[in-house]
């Protein structure tokens, strides 16, 4: 489960029923935030994993570095730093 995710309108407007709690399907939008306790591999797993079960898109956010890496099915990544 990332540490921030987001379903588009559209998705749920295609459900037969909004989910209570927790959307139980793949996000549109996943976001982890980096932790101290967090590896390179693990945050590699995670976003090989959204990305085969469909996410379009994945943030991963480093507080330290002020900075978001923004990966794009199939594209490359992009960084975006703050000034």
Known sequence: MPDISFVSKDRLLGLKRLPKGYFKGTPDLAA??????NTFEELHQKIVEYFENNCRLVWVINPDEKSVLIYHKPQPVNEVRSQ
């Open 32 to 37: 982890e935030v980096i932790s101290p306790n």
